[in-house]
């Protein structure tokens, strides 16, 4: 059974660093590629990027430049640090798998963090 | 990128109903395709995967089908607890992973 906890600062000033945390609990931390999706309020699901066991990174183009996502394999746990944020990254944010492998990869998110709420707000 | 177009966007209906959401793919995604329900305040959950398989533990009156470009979520007799948001996502050329605008499911 995977669980996934996540935390981090939830208020941020404009052109801060954004920074999360998020630790695995049960199964293969090797097994899977490791994700952020972010979800601004009232609004849809926007992929952030994932990262693997090794530090093999992919990001969504879109936010590329400002950010990076690295792991702990001995804690078991994944981060994301967005950078210069703005009102416009106010989200929640969410960790997910979002690929496994069984054999062969498969592709969803199917464990789920609980969220984070982070404001940007002067 | 791989652009995902739901519809509707919204929709009311009645316990029992069938209801059915559509995804339209901007190009051929084969079946790579998976569908979430959003439960509001709570982190999607996985429904269907690889656009037709029901994960595990979901109940069988949700289903999905489609390949190529146009995909459907059907929900066979609507219970109150299927209130929620439901979104498709892609993965074709794996990277980026790309979701559907959202279809907001409530009780008529």
């Known amino acids: 059974q995977v669980q996934l906890q996540q935390w981090g600062a939830g208020l941020l000033k404009p052109s801060e660093t954004l920074s999360l945390t998020c630790a695995v609990y049960g199964g293969s931390f090797s097994a899977y590629y490791w994700g952020w999706i972010r979800q601004p309020p009232g609004k849809g699901l926007e992929w952030i990027g994932e990262v693997n066991h090794s530090g093999s990174t992919n990001y969504n183009p879109s936010l590329k430049s400002r950010v990076t996502i690295s792991v702990d394999t001995s804690k078991s746990q994944f981060f994301l640090k967005l950078s210069s944020v703005t009102a416009a990254d106010t989200a929640v944010y969410y960790c997910?798998?979002?690929?496994?492998?069984?054999?062969?990869?498969?592709?969803?998110?199917?464990?789920w963090g609980q969220g984070s709420l982070v404001t940007v707000s002067a | 990128d791989i652009q995902m177009t739901q519809s509707p966007s919204s929709l009311s209906a009645s316990v029992g109903d069938r209801v059915t959401i559509t995804c339209q793919a901007s190009?051929?995604?084969?079946?790579?395709l998976n569908w979430y329900q959003q439960k509001p305040g709570k982190a999607p959950k996985l429904l269907i995967y690889d656009a037709s398989n029901l994960e595990t533990g979901v109940p069988s009156r949700f289903s999905g089908s489609g390949s190529g470009t146009h995909f459907t979520f059907t929900i066979s007799s609507l219970q109150p607890e299927d209130i929620a948001t439901y979104y498709c996502q892609q993965y074709d050329n794996v990277v980026p992973y790309t979701f559907g605008q959202g279809t907001k499911l409530d009780i008529k």
């Open positions: 190009q051929d995604i084969s079946n790579y």
């Open positions: 997910a798998s979002s690929r496994g492998y069984s054999g062969t990869w498969y592709y969803r998110f199917d464990h």
